[in-house]
């Protein structure tokens, strides 16, 4: 494995990819939904964290939504298991091509 030498915020990585923060911040809210190391918490003296991926987490990510997206029965069914707010899921839906 090579060395980080930088990571992206979720913020950035979102306006990167083109996906929703809040449906990102629903994948890696949970460390075991991308391979160890991809997803880093930058503690900046704050109490909360922010989070940030490596590029392999960037990769690994799209390669997951893109696989999700494959039908709708798919992506339905992976929004019903990687997010838990159903507001959420359903804007996401709404913007979703039928």
Known sequence: MATITHVFTI????QMIGEDLELL??????DDNLSYGSIISVHDGTEE???????DGIDELTQMLAH????????????DD???DPDI???IKAKSPA
């Open 49 to 55: 964290a922010i989070t940030a991926l490596t590029d």
């Open 11 to 14: 913020d950035h990585v979102s």
């Open 68 to 79: 999700a997206r494959r039908s709708a029965e798919k992506w339905n069914d992976f929004l």
């Open 25 to 30: 911040q629903a994948i890696v809210s949970n």
């Open 89 to 91: 899921i359903a804007r």
């Open 82 to 84: 990687f997010v838990s």
